[in-house]
Structure formats: C-alpha cells, structure tokens
C-alpha cells in the first residue's frame, strides 16, 4: 500500500520560515520524481517544485524562487520543502506527489497558514 505523509504545516508569522516533509512507504522512492503542489482555498491546485529521482534536478515556480528550497534523501524515503521568507499569499494546504510513468500518488496535505 503506498503511502505519502505529509508533516510540518502550521501557523507561521510573514517572514519566518516552516520545513515541510513527506515521509513515503510502499513505493521504490529512488524510481519516482517527488513534487509539492499547493491549493489556496478558490484556486486549483499549483506545482510549487519538482525534483529529478536522482541527481537532483529541480524546478521551481516564478513565485517561490529564491525562497523555497525542494530536496530529498533517497535513503529516508523523504522529500522536503525548505520554505523560506514566507508570505500571506503562501497560505494554502501543500501536498506532496511521487510520479513515474503511468503511476502517480498523492498524500493527504498539510496546511500552511501565514498571518500575522
């Protein structure tokens, strides 16, 4: 049974900084490229970064260029979401995504609010 969990939402002032995970089990996680997708309430779903299964290639969105930071640790079954300097118009529940050819798994989303 594959399994993404997310962690490491919650509340954040402007400008501070929150570190998402997403823990995978039932899948060869070295075989998938990992994404975080976001969804502000009203607004379909957006790609936020993706990373390459191996080597580490990444892509970001124009908006959180420069402030976020995806990586993942293949021996952990992990990806992360370094999320930095972050804004109100960040609010949204943040999902995690493993994707290979013809499969494609979501996890259940984490909530990141930014308010003062």
């Known amino acids: 049974q594959v399994q993404l969990v997310e962690s490491g939402g919650g509340l954040v002032q402007p400008g501070g900084s929150l570190r998402l995970s997403c823990a995978a089990s039932g899948v060869t996680f070295s075989m998938y490229a990992m994404s975080w997708y976001r969804q502000a309430p009203g607004k379909e779903r957006e790609l936020v970064a993706d990373i390459a299964r191996i080597g580490g290639s990444t892509n970001y969105a124009d908006s959180v260029k420069g402030r976020f930071t995806i990586s993942r640790d293949n021996a952990k079954n992990t990806v992360y979401l370094q999320m930095n300097s972050l804004k109100p118009e960040d609010t949204a529940v943040y999902y995690c995504?493993?994707?290979?050819?013809?499969?494609?798994?979501w996890g259940q989303g984490t909530q990141v609010t930014v308010s003062s």
């Open positions: 995504n493993a994707w290979k050819p013809k499969l494609n798994y």
